[in-house]
């Protein structure tokens, strides 16, 4: 690196204490160098799991030089150091992913939950043009605190699942379809319209945002 931290970056390493959650870095935008500084100096802070969101191959790569050890799940695109996750404290959350394209945001949206310290399940390729495969997977809704949905295309997973359970859904439109669904703002429309109480929305793409919402809906009292 040839910049001083502080002329790119100002990092909130008092956040976990002041909210109870870390900060974390959004890596898209950044360049590798900054993103491998950011990591060398959160090197020593271990006492809250700090993830790295939206990091592409030359992020990942950027951080694991400077942290080995750090966990990499290519599909959420996401790092997590350290690497082990907390031990799950609260309710349960369920992350859902309407099809096997929305996995990335599901991913995203299941390990920020979990690293935040929930307990987290996952329910994969379960959209509504074969409503009996979200059917199979009620018993498990149930029993969650918060539950996560990803959805493009129509978007409409939200509201089922809404009108089967009683715990509260966050809605994630991702950018999933073909052209009138204008790169998730048709699924982001469908979910602000839902006519199942009980909805809240994320913005498109968001898992990062949705897992933490879900993370805190089912924080211990």
Not at 57 to 76: G, I, R, T
Not at 110 to 133: F, N, P
Request: hydrophobic residues 50%; proline residues 7%; aromatic residues 4%.
């Amino acid at each position: 690196m040839t910049d001083d931290l502080s002329s790119y970056a100002d990092l909130d390493v008092d956040r976990a204490r002041r909210r109870g959650y870390p900060e974390a870095v959004f890596c898209a935008g950044k360049t590798p160098e900054q993103v491998a500084g950011i990591a060398a100096a959160l090197r020593e802070h271990t006492e809250a799991v700090t993830l790295f969101t939206r990091a592409g191959d030359e992020h990942a790569a950027a951080v694991l030089k400077v942290l080995p050890d750090a966990l990499h799940d290519p599909v959420a695109g996401l790092l997590a150091w350290p690497p082990e996750p907390p031990e799950p404290t609260g309710g349960r959350v369920v992350v859902v992913a309407a099809g096997t394209s929305d996995l990335p945001v599901a991913r995203e949206a299941a390990l920020t939950a979990r690293y935040l310290g929930r307990d987290t399940e996952s329910i994969v390729d379960v959209g509504v043009a074969g409503l009996h495969r979200i059917l199979k997977h009620v018993d498990l809704l149930r029993e969650a605190r918060a539950v996560v949905v990803a959805a493009g295309m129509d978007g409409a997973l939200p509201g089922v699942v809404a009108g089967l359970i009683s715990a509260p859904i966050i809605a994630v439109p991702t950018s999933v379809g073909y052209g009138a669904a204008f790169e998730g703002l048709a699924a982001l429309l469908t979910m602000l319209n839902a006519c199942a109480p009980g909805v809240a929305v994320v913005n498109i793409d968001n898992g990062y945002g949705a897992g933490h919402l879900a993370a805190q809906i089912s924080a211990p009292a």
